[in-house]
């Protein structure tokens, strides 16, 4: 089992940053890569980004690319999602995710199909 807990969620105003952090805990000498999911109100969850856990290796979703950043800190066993010039556009719960599966390709890492575990997620409100 793996236990993901979000924090640093709240309201920011549009042009502003936030930084999310993911703690982990648990058997996480099996995770594989982790990853960041959205869901607004009304809409399906989507892909923002993800990262290995070994390697490092990165992939975002369009809508986030240049302007948001994920990292990891393998002693800590957390994962950051660093958000800039954020819009009402990524206004939802944000989720980390843990894959314990290995795939070559990171980018099959945006299907939330692949993750075994979830977080309770964090609200994000962007103002306008």
């Known amino acids: 089992q793996v236990q993901l807990v979000e924090s640093g969620g709240g309201l920011v105003q549009a042009g502003g940053s936030l930084r999310l952090s993911c703690a982990t805990s648990?058997?996480?000498?099996?995770?594989?890569?982790m990853g960041w999911f959205r869901q607004a109100p009304g809409k399906e969850r989507q892909f923002v980004a993800t990262?290995?856990?070994?390697?490092?290796?990165?992939y975002y979703a369009e809508s986030v690319k240049g302007r948001f950043t994920i990292s990891r800190d393998n002693a800590k066993k957390t994962v950051d999602l660093q958000m800039n010039s954020l819009t009402p556009e990524d206004t939802a719960v944000y989720y980390c995710?843990?894959?314990?599966?290995?795939?070559?390709?990171?980018?099959?890492?945006?299907?939330?199909?692949?993750?075994?575990?979830w977080g309770q997620g964090t609200q994000v409100t962007v103002s306008s």
């Open positions: 995710a843990s894959s314990s599966t290995y795939y070559p390709t990171t980018a099959y890492y945006a299907k939330h199909s692949v993750y075994d575990y």
């Open positions: 648990g058997r996480t000498d099996r995770t594989k890569a």
């Open positions: 990262i290995k856990w070994t390697s490092s290796n990165t």
